[in-house]
């Protein structure tokens, strides 16, 4: 096992609760008016990004960084290949049902139990816990809690209805659902080629030609034509064009490459990853000639232009731990290590927003509707440490 990989990376802990809190802030958006254009999502077909189009790759991004520390120290543990690969399907099918339960909340909603969309959110979040709380070990009642779970997110499942009446189903996979399919491959690809990380290099560009042979060019026209074996084959594995598992292999390889200059001195370091920084950005112009800069799409100037912004705050991060300059970083740890209750918590408050319907006051627009936006997504972080104090943390 080596060692770099078995200390823990403080700089992508806040990378990943930097991400998580503005993911937290610019999904709140639509509480407030006036909202600038520059934080907004940019449309389809629009030519351009804006922050809302940044955070969710950029947790695709930390996702990738992660992968390699958290499988090789299994392997230190002395799980065998089969148990890691067991625990890797069984975090993609956590993610996969997480996705699908909440994005059948999203839209219209007319379940034929009676109860409203704030009483689904509270029983879908009750149900999470349930079943993929961190339970301490030898804790007795864990698996009639996490039957209890399962009986819940059934439930809802066999009783919800949409505006329409259709039954619950996988329309797509969300958020979560997204995060799963990508880790699901790039974690097998760690596994298979983790005595031999160049292979990692080598499916970046492998996906970053699968993005350019299946996404349209800016004047109309593609690469190939749509209904080919390529983009079929891309299509059964969940891959789309590649542009989720993109971001995540170009976080494992910043950690391959943090490993591999782990010896050197701290200005070596961070004139590395600004180097990287801007030969992404460069990559990103070039390939900006030829499509659009599209998140919804996921294109490829839209990958690296993120992957670019993602290796430079990663190096700002890494300098600061380095010099350890993170105190101004503890209220937002929950974050960075509580993740996924985080996302949770949203869905709660949310809850009682339902219920109780509050009218949006005029003034709770432009600077103010942000800085309510930026407390809220604090409230949901100091929640989750809360919860923790309280034995209550997501963990898949």
């Excluded at 909340?105 to 009676?114: L, M, N, V």
């Amino acid at each position: 096992m080596d060692s770099f990989l078995d200390r823990r990376n403080g700089a992508i802990d806040m990378l990943r609760g930097l991400t998580m809190f503005l993911m937290v802030f610019v999904n709140d958006l639509w509480t407030v008016g006036g909202v600038p254009r520059w934080i907004e999502h940019k449309k389809a077909t629009q030519d351009g990004m804006g922050l809302a189009d940044i955070v969710f790759p950029m947790f695709l991004f930390s996702v990738g960084m992660s992968i390699p520390y958290a499988i090789e120290r299994r392997f230190s543990k002395g799980q065998t290949g089969e148990g890691v690969f067991a625990h890797i399907l069984s975090r993609t099918l956590a993610l996969l049902l997480m996705g699908v339960f909440i994005v059948n909340s999203e839209g219209s909603f007319s379940p034929i139990g009676g109860y409203g969309k704030g009483t689904y959110w509270v029983l879908m979040v009750l149900g999470f816990f349930l079943i993929w709380n961190k339970y301490p070990k030898e804790f007795k009642p864990k698996k009639w809690l996490q039957a209890a779970g399962m009986a819940i997110l059934l439930f809802l499942a066999l009783t919800f209805r949409n505006g329409d009446g259709a039954y619950f189903r996988a329309g797509w996979w969300g958020i979560l659902g997204l995060i799963g399919w990508a880790y699901l491959f790039c974690a097998i690809s760690w596994m298979i080629s983790r005595k031999k990380p160049w292979i990692i290099a080598l499916l970046w560009l492998a996906v970053c030609l699968l993005n350019m042979l299946t996404t349209g060019l800016r004047d109309g026209g593609s690469l190939i034509d749509g209904g080919n074996f390529i983009s079929d084959f891309a299509r059964a594995i969940h891959l789309g064009n590649g542009s989720c598992a993109l971001m995540v292999l170009g976080g494992m390889m910043t950690t391959l490459a943090d490993k591999r200059l782990s010896e050197k001195d701290v200005s070596f370091r961070v004139s590395a990853g600004i180097g990287a920084a801007i030969l992404l950005v460069f990559l990103g112009w070039g390939a900006h000639q030829f499509w659009i800069t599209s998140k919804i799409v996921g294109t490829l100037p839209w990958c690296l232009y993120v992957s670019a912004i993602s290796v430079a705050l990663y190096t700002l991060l890494r300098y600061l731990e380095r010099r350890n300059w993170t105190g101004w970083f503890k209220p937002l740890s929950p974050a960075g290590t509580a993740t996924l209750t985080v996302y949770m918590m949203p869905y709660l408050y949310y809850a009682l927003w339902v219920v109780f319907s509050p009218t949006v006051p005029s003034w709770l627009a432009g600077g103010v509707g942000l800085l309510k936006c930026a407390l809220f997504s604090m409230l949901c972080i100091a929640t989750a440490w809360l919860l923790g104090k309280a034995g209550l943390k997501l963990k898949i």
